[in-house]
């Protein structure tokens, strides 16, 4: 799969995603059970976070666009500016969330954990990049990204419990970790390979490079 097409398809999960967070929002009669709990007790931070959460999934998304970095660097550190900002709200409010869930122990460590990692590889890639570290920006706003999405293997990983006939509060402490630990796992080893590939190209340059220059001893 390519990468425009891999993006292609992010890109849209991202938006189906949010759109449906704004759904729940604005329309109270379709939230589920669970839902409904948050927006009864916890009003205003379930609105932050899941405003918050609809800003950075789509916005993060077009932060990986070659074109967008490439043609317009202005609105791409505009773009950057939003993602943190949606991050730092929704990732506070997700963390008050968690900290209250009714899920339990589990649920409210597994959905807590994720809330501080959101929070602090974003911060990381901010600072990387504020510093002119261009390439560690890279890599961590990779991490962050993957951790935002969580909002879409959450519904993914949700359909699929259904499915197979789990109760929603017996899946939901696997949930809160299976939906960004495997997505942290898979940016890892995305990161490397990447370095892999920039290390061996580097080299390959390098050999490219003394050979032309061997040849051009030799001719002489």
Not at 54 to 69: H, L
Not at 187 to 203: D, H, L, N, T, V
Request: aromatic letters at 14%; a positive charge; charged letters at 15%.
């Amino acid at each position: 799969m390519s990468k425009k097409i891999s993006w292609i398809l992010m890109t849209l999960s991202a938006i189906l995603v949010a759109l449906y967070a704004l759904g729940l929002l604005a329309a109270p009669s379709i939230r589920p059970p669970f839902i409904k709990n948050l927006f009864t007790h916890f009003p205003a931070v379930t609105s932050i976070h899941f405003i918050g959460g609809a800003i950075a999934i789509v916005v993060g998304a077009f932060q990986f666009s070659a074109s967008i970095r490439a043609k317009h660097l202005a609105l791409h550190r505009l773009l950057g500016r939003f993602y943190v900002g949606a991050i730092i709200f929704g990732g506070v409010a997700g963390f008050v969330l968690a900290i209250n869930s009714v899920g339990g122990f589990y649920v409210q460590t597994g959905f807590g954990l994720m809330a501080i990692f959101w929070l602090a590889t974003t911060f990381k890639a901010y600072r990387k990049i504020r510093n002119g570290d261009v390439k560690s920006h890279e890599s961590w706003m990779i991490r962050s990204y993957a951790v935002t999405l969580a909002g879409v293997t959450l519904r993914f990983y949700l359909g699929i419990s259904v499915v197979l006939g789990f109760k929603f509060f017996d899946a939901y402490p696997i949930l809160a970790w299976i939906c960004w630990v495997p997505n942290l796992l898979i940016a890892e080893f995305f990161i490397k390979q990447k370095a892999k590939k920039s290390k061996a190209s580097g080299k390959s340059s390098r050999l490219d490079c003394f050979k032309k220059a061997e040849g051009q001893v030799v001719n002489h």
